[in-house]
């Protein structure tokens, strides 16, 4: 067993012992290759570098009670990247290829599975981007497919604490009919600037409002967001939103423990009427939201210093399924037999 503190891990980079990659040259795929190398040989041209030909997926395995090894829809995030690779003209990469990628990295990686009960999971990183060289903005003909894995903690440092978030009103995360749809780099990029003045204004988060009008709730910087009252699980509905695979399985969970879920636009005058709200995506799973302010209208809005019952009882239950303590009925779950 790799002796690593598990029950402190940070959510970030940890270097494992090695990653997969396939290459898309001459109008087909090639085979998987081992790499123990964390760098990558790329041209100086590479459409990747020059017209933001990326994307990629984030996913995790986990050791279950039962100590197997289980991934999480992984077929949902296959989807997904296909859909980011259609979105900027990538090849697709085909559902067999992407889960013999991610199947091969966890296994050949196990021993950074952290154990049962450490609260703590292999992180699991699926890229795709331009390699063929390109001067003028059109799609590569060349593309490299990558899988790497790394053990991580928490996303936020509080756990499933709840943490405060800081609306903003001066920056998009994307344009209402550009790439927010899909989980493309530049997405990213275009929220790194408020997120780290959110930071520096003492906030874990930030939260995004809708491009066009400034007067609908987008996401939570790098979450889907959602909110809980009168028995309901609303969500925002957007163009310019990720749609989040952990987002999906809490609002069929929702509906489980008998709440109506409602996704359409949320004006941001809802939110002082929300009983419960938090962040959720496939790092942080949910971390709930003590409260929101305004950094131009210096508004608060409060929704107490402990997790609500609602996304308690949907972290709960999400969490036990993933780690096969919990009956999973929705069919969500893969176990990798033999690590």
Not at 82 to 111: C, W
Request: with cysteine; charged share 25%; hydrophobic share 35%.
């Amino acid at each position: 067993m790799e002796n690593i503190d598990w029950k402190n891990l940070p959510f970030g980079y940890y270097p494992t012992d090695y990653n997969v990659r396939c290459y898309f040259r001459n109008g087909k795929w090639g085979e998987l290759e081992v790499s123990s190398s964390e760098y990558i040989s790329i041209h100086m041209a590479a459409t990747a570098l020059h017209y933001g030909q990326e994307a990629f997926e984030g996913m995790k395995a986990y050791r279950g009670k039962d100590g197997k090894v289980r991934l999480f829809r992984w077929e949902d995030n296959a989807k997904r990247m296909r859909m980011s690779a259609s979105g900027i003209m990538m090849e697709k990469v085909p559902e067999e290829l992407f889960f013999a990628a991610i199947d091969k990295a966890v296994r050949l990686n196990a021993r950074f599975i952290p154990p049962y009960g450490t609260g703590a999971s292999l992180y699991i990183r699926p890229l795709l981007f331009g390699s063929g060289a390109q001067v003028g903005v059109k799609p590569a003909k060349e593309y490299m497919f990558v899988v790497f894995v790394t053990p991580v903690g928490p996303y936020f440092k509080e756990g499933f604490n709840p943490v405060a978030v800081e609306l903003v009103h001066d920056y998009d995360r994307a344009a209402p009919q550009g790439t927010g749809h899909i989980k493309v780099g530049g997405n990213y990029a275009a929220s790194l600037r408020p997120a780290d003045r959110a930071h520096k204004d003492g906030y874990s988060s930030v939260l995004f409002l809708d491009a066009r009008e400034k007067k609908f709730i987008d996401e939570a910087g790098p979450a889907n967001f959602f909110g809980i009252k009168d028995g309901k699980y609303i969500t925002p509905k957007s163009c310019t939103i990720l749609p989040s695979i952990t987002n999906k399985s809490l609002e069929m969970i929702a509906e489980d423990i008998g709440l109506k879920v409602e996704r359409r636009p949320v004006p941001l005058e809802e939110l002082e009427t929300f009983e419960e709200t938090g962040a959720c995506g496939t790092a942080a799973i949910i971390s709930p939201i003590k409260k929101i302010v305004d950094r131009e209208t210096k508004k608060e809005y409060h929704y107490g210093d402990i997790a609500g019952p609602y996304s308690t009882k949907l972290y709960v239950t999400l969490r036990g399924i993933q780690e096969g303590e919990i009956e999973d009925k929705h069919g969500w779950t893969t176990v990798l037999e033999g690590i």
